[in-house]
């Protein structure tokens, strides 16, 4: 049995994932993250992946697509807006907390705590997977002001992000500066979480099962998420990108129309009393995980 198919139960987004164990957490990451992206990139590439310098926008707390692409790319780095790593340990990470919201030592940082014990065990089946260690000293990871990427121009030959643009307040910015660093002939490939979805709103699953779309339904309020539609990215993507194509992806990072066992997400779910209550939103929008672009500059 492949890593793929051992892991038909693990859901793909990081909020969600947390709540397994952290060696589910690392195989989903080593599966989905890198035995089925770096393929699906090798395509678009000019040049081979010995010889890539690689961005990953939106790198997170524990950076695991630098870790990993490390293994075969030339040169990576991650970026983020997070001004704390897992590679910094507890301390700067608590530091961070009291920098920015107060003396507050409570839930907040019981909830760091946490997060940064998961990443030992979750870091320690990563290495198993790849049969080597990590250096994590030795990884570029660069916290930034969410405006301004702080690289030269045409730096990069490849930019991927996962799970960010959702994130993003201003994708014009973005893009323009994402292709500001690209390389001429340079890749850009983003997915991100399709804010329309079942669980585009970014809840709990308690909350998202009890009001399905309850995020578009007024049923809750949900944190800062980019509502762009897919639509609407392309277009603003087309501006600095010359596009290649746009994809609905899946829980298992499957596309629409290219793998066969490809599956709408919740689509039981969606009921006429639900419809009706958003009916100005297309269904294909509902019952889409996720959405990935590929463009090249």
Known sequence: MSALSKLKKIPMFGSVVLNYDSANHARHDHAFKFLKTQPDITPYLNKPWSEIKMLIFGCGYHYPEVSMFSTVCSHVEGIDTANAFYRDSIFSLTRDFIRTEGSRLTAP?????????????????????????????????????????????????????????????DCHQAFQELHRVTSSGGISYHLWHNYYSFFGGHMPASVTNKYPWGHLRNKFETPYLN??????????????????????????YRKYGADQDYQDEKADLLTPEIRNEIADIPEEWLLTTAYLIVGRK
């Not at 065990?121 to 080597?132: M, N």
């Open 109 to 169: 940082v019981k909830a760091f705590l946490k997060k940064y014990r998961f990443y030992a065990p979750y870091y320690h089946q990563l290495e198993k997977l790849f049969g080597q260690s990590f250096e994590h000293k030795n990884y570029n990871l660069t916290s930034y002001d969410g405006r301004h990427l702080p690289y030269p121009d045409s730096h990069f030959d490849l930019i991927v992000s996962n799970s960010v643009l959702e994130h993003v307040e």
């Open 227 to 252: 509502r762009l539609s897919p639509d609407q990215i392309q277009e603003i993507f087309s501006r600095h990108f010359n596009f290649i194509a746009l994809f609905r992806i899946d829980r298992q």
